[in-house]
């Protein structure tokens, strides 16, 4: 019992820490303190937002901790494959990076399936 209470003290304190880096982040872009990289820096402070809300969740409920980690896993998933073959015309991806984007977007989505699978009842036709 003792185990589990530090866990979840460690998760708020941990949660809490990203939260407020990630608001401090996204204040810096948006009162345009930035000269490059402003869509960079907002893109990296909603991250650690989306970072932070499976750890603040997690001392109140499991379930909705591994719901928001899920989101999470999608949001970068989805931003990975958008950057990933965005068609640029500087920048030429590498295909071993895209490669991997479409790597991790499957497993993401096969995460999701055997997770819907294991929680749907078992019914034969």
């Not at 460690?10 to 872009?29: D, E, N, P, R």
Request: glycine share 8%.
């Amino acid at each position: 019992m003792r185990k589990r209470r530090f866990v979840n003290i460690l998760a708020m304190v941990g949660g809490v820490a990203f939260a407020i880096y990630g608001v401090l982040i996204l204040t810096i872009a948006a009162t345009g303190n930035v000269i490059e990289g402003r869509a960079a820096l907002a893109c990296g402070g909603a991250g650690l937002l989306l970072v932070a809300a499976p750890l603040l969740a997690v001392p109140f409920s499991a379930r909705v901790a591994k719901a928001f980690a899920l989101l999470a896993l999608v949001c970068f998933a989805v931003l990975a494959v958008r950057l990933a073959f965005w068609p640029q015309s500087t920048i030429a991806p590498d295909p071993l990076v895209q490669t991997a984007v479409v790597a991790f977007a499957v497993l993401v989505a096969g995460r999701i399936y055997l997770a819907r699978r294991r929680r749907l009842p078992d019914h034969q036709p």
